[in-house]
């Protein structure tokens, strides 16, 4: 594991805000850590950067427990935590080469990563014109420039148009394919579940999920989705008949799946009593229908 938590636990005076969290980050994954706003994902980010001291549990990045390999692990880590350290009044390129100088790492490596986040060709402009999603692309960039294994990153599509969240989630996968794992928060699921390969899932600072967009797949039970010209009559109906029913709108109503068998044998019951069905099919609820409840049902 790239990372690994015990017990993971912080309080802001009496309020605990990370209730013993026990993360599972695997090498090469993209790990989608998600919470509704004040879940706790930030403070959590932060006790992982050293930033912020674990009131109780244990971190341990690279195998290797923090607190005591702290320089070690960190020169190994590239992060954005809120808004990227960026200086208006220089271009993309001059921003990188300031921190290349420090870091003592080549011009050659300050064009690679332009050309990775796809700022080449915006490089000499003043970084105080570019849109947000250059300036989190240019910030992803200063997080890579040292080259480090694991990189972090706090709500990188906060505040972007749906072309910025397909540039950052497509720089992701590019990121992975260099052989680095990407630990990346964010409330919204839908900008998470295109491009992660793990996720977990937080709410008032506890665990509710972790696992495989799989295993989270997997446990999204699936429905028969009915639609018909009276769903309050169809429902009134299936009830009669001893046919559970998870919920009912005015164009569909669903039902829980049990076999096919049974979506022919309610076909036939709406049908021979004079309901018109205009489909009925297997349906698995969406991703971010399964997040709400997961982080509704605490
Ligand atoms: N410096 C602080 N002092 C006191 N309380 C804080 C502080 N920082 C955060 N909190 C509280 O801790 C809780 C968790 O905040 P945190 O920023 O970790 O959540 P989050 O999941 O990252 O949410 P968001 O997406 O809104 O940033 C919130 O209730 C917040 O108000």
Do not use: C, W
Not at 80 to 109: C, D, F, W
């Amino acid at each position: 594991m790239v990372i690994r938590t015990q017990g993971l636990s912080f309080s802001f005076g009496n309020q605990q805000v990370v209730n013993s969290i026990s993360l599972e980050v695997p090498e090469g994954s993209i790990y989608g850590f998600l919470g509704p706003n004040g879940a706790g994902k930030t403070t959590t980010i932060k006790m992982l950067l050293n930033l912020l001291q674990a009131g109780e549990g244990s971190i341990h990045i690279f195998d290797k427990e923090l607190k005591s390999n702290r320089i070690e692990i960190l020169k190994q880590i590239g992060s954005l935590v809120e808004q990227p350290a960026i200086y208006q009044h220089l271009t993309g390129k001059e921003n990188l080469m300031n921190r290349a100088m420090l870091l003592q790492v080549s011009e050659q490596r300050v064009n690679d990563m332009l050309s990775l986040v796809q700022l080449t060709s915006a490089a000499n402009k003043k970084a105080g014109q570019y849109s947000l999603g250059m300036k989190q692309r240019l910030g992803i960039a200063h997080a890579l420039l040292n080259d480090p294994k694991l990189l972090i990153l706090d709500e990188p599509t906060n505040g972007l148009d749906p072309n910025g969240i397909i540039e950052i989630r497509e720089l992701m996968m590019r990121i992975v394919k260099e052989g680095k794992t990407v630990f990346v928060s964010s409330h919204l699921l839908s900008e998470v579940e295109k491009m992660a390969t793990h996720v977990g899932i937080i709410n008032h600072g506890k665990m509710m999920f972790q696992g495989t967009i799989q295993d989270l797949q997997n446990i999204n039970q699936p429905h028969i989705f009915i639609e018909t010209d009276n769903s309050a009559d169809a429902a009134n109906l299936l009830k009669r008949n001893h046919i559970d029913i998870t919920e009912v709108e005015n164009d569909y109503l669903l039902v829980p799946f049990t076999s096919k068998q049974q979506i022919g044998d309610i076909n036939n019951l709406l049908v021979q009593n004079g309901i018109t069905v205009f489909g009925i099919n297997k349906k698995h609820k969406d991703l971010e229908r399964l997040f709400l409840d997961i982080t509704q049902s605490n």
